[in-house]
């Protein structure tokens, strides 16, 4: 059974880069047509999609972060990356890594294949 955990600081200062590691258990993250999402959910607010990396390692970005975020792998340590510059305090969410076979971008938690317990971040000074 595929598991993901992620990972992160918990607290940011506002301007700090913002690092998140996903770690995949059960299976391999270059496994074909699968693409390892990163997705968040600000308080009281819907998910957002952040962005995505694939099973042969091409990325895709919601276009309204792409210019603060980066999404990275080590398939030596099935691992995906997050990093996120320039923090701003709206950027204070519960950010998940999942994952789907065949579909880059979802914004329904149930639709994706595997989907992990979420880590809080909060940006405050």
């Known amino acids: 059974q595929v598991q993901l955990q992620e990972s992160g600081p918990g607290l940011v200062k506002p301007s700090q880069t913002l690092s998140l590691t996903c770690t995949v258990s059960?299976?391999?993250?270059?496994?074909?047509?699968?693409?390892w999402s990163w997705i968040r959910q600000p308080p009281g607010k819907g998910l957002e999609w952040m962005g995505a990396?694939?099973?042969?390692?091409?990325?895709y970005y919601s276009p309204s972060l792409k210019s603060r975020t980066s999404i990275s792998r080590d398939t030596s340590k099935n691992t995906v990356y997050l990093q996120m510059n320039s923090l701003k305090p709206e950027d204070t969410a519960v950010y998940y890594c999942?994952?789907?076979?065949?579909?880059?971008?979802?914004?329904?938690?149930?639709?994706?294949?595997?989907w992990g317990q979420g880590t809080q971040v909060t940006v405050s000074s």
């Open positions: 999942a994952a789907h076979r065949l579909v880059v971008k979802l914004c329904v938690s149930r639709l994706y294949d595997y």
């Open positions: 059960g299976g391999s993250i270059t496994t074909s047509y699968y693409y």
């Open positions: 990396i694939a099973y042969e390692g091409s990325n």
